[in-house]
């Protein structure tokens, strides 16, 4: 994870490990090559987002135990693809997005303002938002 970069050009940083998230299941959102789906996207998932998914066949609330997969709820944070956030966002339920978390590679489906506008980080040093 050490070179590997988010949609700011800078390190990648975790997006969540309860549930254990990523294409390589390791808490992080790096996507390669060998991700053809591109889960580049770190995501706060919403119940509007779950079943947007559902109703277009991606069913991210149902476990798949085989896959250690216990299915998601709203305020779960998941590497999702970045077309199918993409997908989201067209529909009018894109989630929130942790931009620092958020792989490079989703620059290739999604641009970074439109990340931006459902940025939800909290910078290093939060007293700079007082």
Same mark, same amino acid.
């Given at each position: 994870?050490?070179? =590997? ?7 990648? =940083? @975790?997006?969540? *490990? ?17 991700? *053809?789906?591109?889960?580049? $996207?770190? !995501?706060?998932? *919403?119940? @509007?987002?779950?079943? &947007?998914?559902? @109703?277009?066949?991606?069913?991210? *609330? !149902? ?26 966002? &067209? !529909? /009018?339920?894109?989630?929130? $997005? ?5 792989? @490079?590679?989703?620059? =290739? $489906? ?6 931006? =506008?459902? /940025?939800?980080? $909290? ?8």
């Amino acid at each position: 994870m050490s070179n =590997e970069r988010n949609v700011l050009g800078e390190p990648l =940083e @975790e997006c969540g *490990t309860d549930p254990l998230t990523g294409f390589h299941r390791d808490g992080c959102c790096a996507s390669g090559p060998e991700d *053809t789906g591109n889960h580049s $996207v770190c !995501a706060v998932v *919403t119940n @509007e987002f779950l079943e &947007q998914q559902r @109703e277009s066949g991606n069913d991210l *609330t !149902a476990p798949l135990p085989q896959f250690g997969f216990p299915g998601l709820q709203a305020g779960d944070r998941w590497c999702v693809c970045a077309s199918r956030w993409l997908e989201g966002y &067209q !529909a /009018g339920v894109a989630p929130p $997005v942790v931009l620092a978390a958020t792989h @490079e590679r989703a620059l =290739e $489906v999604v641009s970074l303002d439109v990340l931006r =506008e459902h /940025g939800v980080d $909290v910078p290093a040093d939060p007293s700079a938002l007082s």
